[in-house]
């Protein structure tokens, strides 16, 4: 048996404990977004130090920057020769919205066929036990240098991150992040994300009126805000489905067929209902902007009367191709709310998070040691991806250590539903980014031996 074989044998022993712990994790409600849960999110943040601490890990602290969450760092002293190796997850989830939605509860680790259900099993929990699997694999003496950074704010957009790797510069500095937190191609063919989409956010209101009135004795002459603002919102878009904000950049696509029928059934697309935009699949999911109407404020149809509404509000969240900037693109779609007020409507903007846009070059000696582990552990080559949904965080990681080699992995697939009801972790996919992050580490070992046996 190859000392590779004997590493994955001890490693397959190990998963079952791992995906415990995994469940464990789950049972914590760390949902960044609600207040009322911010003792989770801590509460979470030990709960990984304390794993991180039993796996023999001589430097586990929990850090935070600027009132915001707490995150964990924990350091494996590099042997000498050997490069340092950052993993990154986050342990924030996001909200579970309407439990009955759930075909399992979402706060408890479920397993229905070779699925496990529950909220954060994938999206990131799942990334945070994968590093764990790669560490006990190395009965605590792993062959690189590596640090373990879980963030506790990444849902809510890391608002402090940039503040907390200043702060931190040098204890997570490293020669290369591996960040576990993206999308793999489909079940049983992995991916490594080689760009993301940014994201900002808005809310728009609407006003018409001072007070509200009845909508018999003055409809028909008296716009109200709600229509007003739907026509607002309407204008966002041509009659295709296009972005219609001026100045946005469009990045160019891979070369990639995305077949239209597993989108559709991947997305849950009714039958019937037409895709928006025009170009490929992937050039409109991966490298052009997207806008969707997120939230409205208005009167619950419960409540609605024969009344014309004063005022209305919305939430935009705006996708950004990559190549963009989020502080100009904010500036463009500001723009466009302002100047395309219906009747004269009073439209009053106020801008939210800014996230930025990635390109992740896949490149140099540690990118092909990655390949060669994933494509050994899945059995398959990894596909390289862009990703529609937004990872800011990458922005601040090849912006504060620009000559780290930065890899963008997964747990998650197609069939995951981060975010969403029903949030689940393929099994059998789990143990297969445990195997290639294994692998991956101990390849990086033979690429410092590799360049002192040259010199």
Known sequence: MTDDQQLLSDLDRLIPGVLDDLGRLVAIQSVGADPDRATEVTRSAQAVADLLTDVGCPDVRLVSAGG?????????????????????????VQPEGDPALWSTP?????????????????????????????????????????????????????PTLARLLAENRDALAADVYVICDSGNWEVGRPAFTTSLRGVVDCVVEVQTLDHAIHSGSYGGVVPEALTSLCRLLATLH????????????????????????????????????????????VSRLWCRPAIAVIGLDTTPVARASNTLIPAARAKVSLRLAPGDDAARAMGHLVAHLESHAPWGARVAVTPGDLGEPSTVPFAGPYAEVARQAFTTAWGVAPVFVGQGGSIPMVADFSAAYPDATVLVTAVGDPHTRAHGADESLHLGDFAAACRAETLMLAGFAQVAAAARTTR
């Open 238 to 281: 041509d009659d295709a489905g296009n972005v219609a904000v001026a100045g946005l950049t469009r990045a160019e696509a891979p070369d990639l067929d995305y077949p239209e029928d597993r989108l559709r059934a991947e997305s849950g697309l009714l039958d019937g209902v037409s895709w928006i935009g025009d170009g490929s699949a």
């Open 68 to 92: 915001g969450a707490p995150a964990v760092i924990a350091r494996f002293p590099a042997p000498e020769g050997q490069p340092t190796v950052c993993l990154y997850a986050h342990q924030d």
């Open 106 to 158: 979402p706060y408890e680790a479920t397993r229905v066929g070779d699925r496990l259900f529950g909220r954060g099993t994938a999206d990131d929990k799942g990334g945070v036990a994968v590093h764990l699997a790669a560490l006990r694999a190395f009965a605590e003496r792993p062959p690189v240098g590596v640090t373990v950074f879980v963030e506790g704010e990444e849902e809510v957009g890391s």
